[in-house]
Nanobody, 114 residues
Framework: QVQVVDSGRVLVQFGGSLILSCAASRFTFIRYAMSWYLQAPGKERELVAGILGMGGSSDYSDSVKGRFTISRDNAKNSVYLQMNSLQPEDTAVYYC???????WGQGTQVTVSS
């Protein structure tokens, strides 16, 4: 069964930076795309960034383009989300997602203080 681990709570100041990490297992990681989603309070979950498997081409939502960077380390079966210039509007639970199997991580609560 595919497993995805990304969990915890983080508090960061306005303008700060953060790297989220997600470890996946029980599938051939390098072959498949990985994504990050966020869910802000009272809102639906939305796609933040995605990265392909081999080749690593990535894409971003307009709200984070230029501030966030998704990357992966196929040797470690891990995907990362580098978040810069954080704003209070970025406060949300961030989820790692494996589209191929529709598997979600547990989510990381990120709170940006003003």
């Amino acid at each position: 069964q595919v497993q995805v681990v990304d969990s915890g709570r983080v508090l960061v100041q306005f303008g700060g930076s953060l790297i989220l990490s997600c470890a996946a297992s029980r599938f051939t990681f390098i072959r498949y795309a990985m994504s990050w989603y966020l869910q802000a309070p009272g809102k639906e979950r939305e796609l933040v960034a995605g990265i392909l498997g081999m080749g690593g081409s990535s894409d971003y939502s307009d709200s984070v383009k230029g501030r966030f960077t998704i990357s992966r380390d196929n040797a470690k079966n891990s995907v990362y989300l580098q978040m810069n210039s954080l704003q209070p509007e970025d406060t949300a639970v961030y989820y790692c997602y494996v589209p191929r199997w529709a598997r979600w991580g547990q989510g990381t609560q990120v709170t940006v203080s003003s």
